[in-house]
Nanobody, 120 residues
Framework: QVQLVDSGGGLVQAGGSLRLSCAASGRSFSDYAMGWFRQAPEKAREYVGEIRPSGSTYYGGFVKGRFTISRDNAKNTTYLQMENLNPEDTAVYYC??????????????WGQGTQVTVSS
């Protein structure tokens, strides 16, 4: 069974850091784009960023250098390192995987989500 498992969320104070992990199983994802979306209550899903099979990374405009996505293909795991968090980053963060590049809705695989809460 192919699945993505998100982990690493939690409560952090403004200015703090968190690292999210997305552990994939059931197949190799080295040829997939892997990345993250987030969704806050009563807001639309938002693109956080992705890392493509080539290793190139792309980020949403709000990131402004605070987040870094990396992957360890040997562990089939993708990471989202988040620095200088602020309360506006509070959301459920979802890992996603798709051939070539991520899409806002129709990705092949999704994680279950992990809650990130940033207190002021």
């Amino acid at each position: 069974q192919v699945q993505l498992v998100d982990s690493g969320g939690g409560l952090v104070q403004a200015g703090g850091s968190l690292r999210l992990s997305c552990a994939a199983s059931g197949r190799s994802f080295s040829d997939y784009a892997m990345g993250w979306f987030r969704q806050a209550p009563e807001k639309a899903r938002e693109y956080v960023g992705e890392i493509r099979p080539s290793g190139s990374t792309y980020y949403g405009g709000f990131v402004k250098g605070r987040f870094t996505i990396s992957r360890d293909n040997a562990k089939n795991t993708t990471y989202l390192q988040m620095e200088n968090l602020n309360p506006e980053d509070t959301a459920v963060y979802y890992c996603a995987a798709n051939r070539r590049f991520l899409k806002i809705s129709a990705n092949d695989y999704w994680g279950q989500g992990t809650q990130v809460t940033v207190s002021s």
